[in-house]
């Protein structure tokens, strides 16, 4: 189960950046324009996001099985109706519907590897969707552009039901029944609006202030429906949890760590391509030094954290990761690839160290009736991260000019990296005891 929770995040996360390559091919196949085909990404990327925190409080108390296969299977199947899209509408409806399965299936991923162990062994069930994820966003581009190469756009969606298809299997066979999943009632529907309506404002203005600063004033117009959710009954019981010791300063930690890692992606593969005069291949090549260092850093991580402490290995991870950052801050306009390749590589294994053992002890922390509920927030904060770190990149990059953009980007993801550090070392009270549940497949 725990490889379920991995390669599911694998999948997910995959999608957040695989149709991108293929924008380009959708446009042209499906006769429309650009900024339409932008909708084939924007139209998954904003339900996953908007409705982590609805799904997180609706899945608690619910049968983890029902949810797993159904949040599965609706996942795989809206990926074959994109794949069958005769026209630009009926392609954003099956996003939009994906969507909403993937942000279920972004929840599910911590809680399903928690459950499936003892708790002795969550730092290493943690490591693995907590490095998987990250690798299938950093792997999408790459992935979809050979596909797109060779089969066509219809494939970025297509490749996605083999792995569905292997999860539904292993969690019908191996999950033990626990329970229906309850119908949401009218309270948890207007919960969901709000929180969608909310932060859809804000990732549209994030997004469009990339190209215009001066779309950050649409920011003003999410704070009224956040507001009243933080206010009522489906806002209370979320703030309560996070106020439990430690869980606000990981979550700010996990948003930090993930907008330096994206900045720094964007900032790189940018200017090594399009001001270094690097081939597409030689780029591609280069920035794969950090996902190969975090791949062989996440066991480890899990490992170390089991037997010395998920804060600890934590803490390291995030320093590793904020010196790999820094070192890049003092290459020249010279960069070579081999330069550039081993501070990502050292980055790499800093998030590697990081990612399982953050993951375990937010987690760990969490009360047993509200797993669900904190497995929302630490990945809505991953997932802000990793939106808010090209959108203030690419301000600054703006704003200080060509001449200085590069250093200023890179400053920008090395400052984030560096304030996850603090965030993450300062302990507060002892963590409530985990609970002991798991399911059967722990004990076979």
């Known amino acids: 189960m725990v490889a379920v929770a991995g390669v599911l995040a694998f999948v997910a996360m995959l ?179 709000l929180v969608a309506t909310g932060v859809a404002v804000l990732l549209l203005t994030l997004t469009l202030a990339s190209d215009d600063p001066a779309w950050l004033g649409l ?13 009522g009954p489906g806002g209370r019981p979320v703030t309560g949890v996070l106020r439990i010791s430690g869980l606000f300063r990981a979550h700010g930690a996990v948003l930090a760590l993930a907008a330096g890692f994206a900045a720094m992606h964007y900032v790189v593969a940018l200017h090594l391509q399009r001001d270094g005069g690097v081939s597409a291949t030689t780029t591609g090549l280069t920035v794969l030094a950090f996902p190969l260092g975090m791949g062989l850093a996440g066991p480890l991580g899990g490992r170390l954290a089991d037997r010395y402490g998920a804060r600890p290995v934590a803490v390291t991870g995030a320093a590793l990761t904020a010196a790999g950052l820094l070192l890049l801050i003092p290459l020249g306009d010279g960069w070579s690839s081999w330069e550039v390749a081993w501070r990502l590589a050292l980055a790499g294994v800093g998030m590697g160290l990081n990612g399982g053992p953050t993951q375990a002890l937010v987690m760990s922390t969490a009360p047993p009736d509200r797993i669900a509920t904190v497995g929302s927030t630490v990945q809505l904060a991953r997932s802000l991260g990793f939106t808010l770190g090209p959108a203030l990149a690419t301000t600054v990059w703006g704003l200080t000019g060509p001449g200085n953009g590069v250093h200023a980007g890179l400053a920008l993801a090395a400052t984030a990296a560096c304030l996850a550090v603090p965030l993450m070392a300062r302990s507060g009270r002892p963590p409530a005891p985990a609970p002991e549940q798991t399911t059967d497949a722990a004990h076979t």
């Open 15 to 193: 999608d957040m950046n695989i149709v991108n390559v293929a924008l380009a091919d959708i446009a042209d196949g499906l006769h429309v324009s650009a900024a339409t085909a932008q909708w084939a990404v924007l139209a998954y990327q904003l339900p996953v996001v908007a409705l982590m925190l609805p799904v997180g409080r609706w899945l608690d108390g619910a049968g983890t099985r029902s949810a797993v296969l159904v949040s599965t299977a609706g996942f795989g199947l809206c990926s074959a109706l994109a794949a069958a899209a005769p026209w630009a509408a009926w392609l954003i409806a099956a996003r939009l519907a994906q969507g909403a399965f993937g942000a279920a299936l972004f929840v599910l991923m911590p809680v399903l590897a928690m459950r499936s162990v003892r708790p002795e062994l969550r730092g290493r069930a943690m490591s693995v969707p907590a490095t998987l994820g990250p690798l299938g966003a950093v792997t999408g581009p790459a992935v979809g552009g050979l596909l797109v190469d060779h089969f066509g756009w219809h494939s970025v969606f297509l490749v996605k039901i083999p792995f569905c298809l292997v999860g539904l299997g292993v969690a019908w066979k191996a999950m033990p029944r626990d329970g229906r999943l309850r119908r949401p009632d009218r309270r948890s529907l207007v919960d969901a609006l």
């Open 219 to 231: 920011a003003l117009v999410a704070v009224p429906p956040l507001w009243w959710w933080l206010r």
